[in-house]
């Protein structure tokens, strides 16, 4: 489908962050969520989380840049059909790359049903 006006899609991940449970929220640490339209290097990909997952973080870890999570606004609605189905996607991308953040592997993610 074509893709949605940045400002739209920006608060479908607005939303989608707001579903994720408060307590894990709180546990996120130095990271920040923004909306791309593509990753130049790999245009297909939907999500990207850079940064150290607090699994790798240790006593040497500070004054870091915040983690990023981009979330691809073109590549996501390239694969969609519906509205419906960006919400759904855009849903899965952000909790994927969450998951990232604490660590959690592809084939982790796969096990649980995200991706």
Known sequence: MKALP???FEELV???LDEVPAGLMALMDNVVVLVE???PEEPELLGLYEGF???ERGWHYGGELPDRIM???EAICDICE???DVVEE???TVVHEIAHHFGIEEERLH???WG
Do not use: C, F, K, S
Request: without cysteine.
């Open 82 to 84: 519906t509205e419906d």
């Open 37 to 39: 339209d593509r990753n």
């Open 111 to 113: 096990e649980l049903g």
């Open 14 to 16: 607005a939303d989608a």
């Open 53 to 55: 997952a607090l699994t």
């Open 90 to 92: 855009v849903m899965i």
């Open 6 to 8: 940045l400002e739209q």
């Open 71 to 73: 979330i691809y606004r």
